[in-house]
Each structure stands twice: as C-alpha cells, then as structure tokens.
C-alpha cells in the first residue's frame, strides 16, 4: 500500500541512493551462482582514482565480494561500485547498460543508469517509486543479505576512520530502522532511501531533493 506520494514517477538524479541498483546486481550475481561471498575482484586505476565517499582502495587491493558490499552500503564508496561494475561485466559502461535493462524487468520504467555509483549525469535518473520497487526487492528477495544494511560501521583495512560510520541517520533512532541508502550531490540535494519495521508493519520511505 502507498500511504503518501507526491511526483514519484517523476525521474530525478538519484546521487548515492542508485548504489542500491548496483548492491541488488552483486546480490544477484551471489543467488546465482556466479560469485561467492570471497570471491576477489581487481581494483583498477579508473576504481582507484573515483572522488566522492571512497573506501580508500588502491590497485595492490584484492577485494571480496563481501568486502565490497559493506564498503558499498555503510561508507558508500564509489571506488567498490567500479569494482563492483568492471567485476562483474567488464567495464563500467557494459555493467550500466545492464543495470538499465535489468531495472526495466523489474518494473523500474522510469531509471536509466549512466554509472555504478550514482556520480553526477545527466543520463543517470531514478524515480521515487522505482527506489521504492528496488527497496522491496531487496528486503523480501535477500533477506540474510539485507542484514548487512542495518551495520553502523565498517573500515577496510583501517583506511578510513573518519568515513567508518554509515549515513542513515534512521538507524540511530531506536525506531526498528534497518536500511537501506541515502544520497547527495549538488544536483541531486539530500535524499534517503530507508525503512522500519514497526510491530507487524514495515514501513518504506523515499525522499529527494531535500
């Protein structure tokens, strides 16, 4: 049931909050067979030199797929969502095309993806309602994997100390939150992707452009 909506169809630039695309194709890839929780990927210098929220990776680095996940979801890093995409389709732009096609058999008519992490482009669009379609997906499809989005902290290889702690300022609130993903560019303002469960009532909330 939808409780309230305003604009949800309408595509916006959905910054960091598209990451949860990128996590959903890695837990896939995991369902299936293709990957393990300790498979390794390469960290290439396209992954190494990404700005923004990182994990700090460099190209010595042998990531796992565990690895990977927990610096996507709790430090947000742009660097795992390249290794992540060049991991599993080769390059980045191979890994979006997929992203895009695989959203659209999900339901997600209004996101096209340009890149992995949600970097600033004028191609790269998501709507309210598809991050509200790709939220569910995740808590009933990968309900063990999901856990991970609950984790306040996580520092790989003790790189970073002070981009440690996740950003889902619901988590600390004591309200049954456990997920998923907020986001932030200058384009895109402040937006959060998170959820509750409230008794028997699990609650999903999407909102942008704050």
Request: aromatic content about 6%; some cysteine; charged content about 20%.
């Amino acid at each position: 049931a939808v409780l309230m909506e305003k604009n949800s169809d309408q595509p916006l630039p959905p910054a960091s909050m598209s990451k949860l695309m990128t996590i959903n194709m890695l837990f896939e890839a995991l369902h299936d067979g293709r990957d393990t929780m300790d498979t390794t990927f390469g960290v290439s210098a396209r992954a190494h030199a990404m700005g923004g929220s990182t994990m700090f990776l460099n190209e010595q680095d042998r990531p796992t797929v565990r690895d990977m996940i927990y610096g996507m979801i709790v430090n947000s890093g742009n660097d795992a969502c390249v290794v992540v995409a060049e991991g599993l389709a080769g390059t980045e732009e191979a890994f979006a095309a997929q992203m895009t096609e695989r959203g659209k058999a999900l339901g997600m008519t209004q996101s096209v993806f340009a890149n992995a992490s949600g970097w600033p482009d004028p191609n790269h669009r998501m709507s309210m309602h598809d991050l509200g379609i790709l939220a569910l997906r995740l808590i009933e499809e990968f309900p063990e994997d999901y856990k991970i989005f609950a984790e306040t902290e996580y520092n790989y290889a003790d790189r970073a100390p002070d981009n440690r702690f996740n950003r889902n300022p619901l988590l600390k609130l004591g309200i049954g939150a456990d997920g998923l993903k907020t986001g932030h560019t200058s384009e895109a303002g402040y937006g959060l992707v998170g959820s509750a469960v409230q008794g028997d009532r699990r609650v999903i909330v999407v909102i942008s452009g704050l």
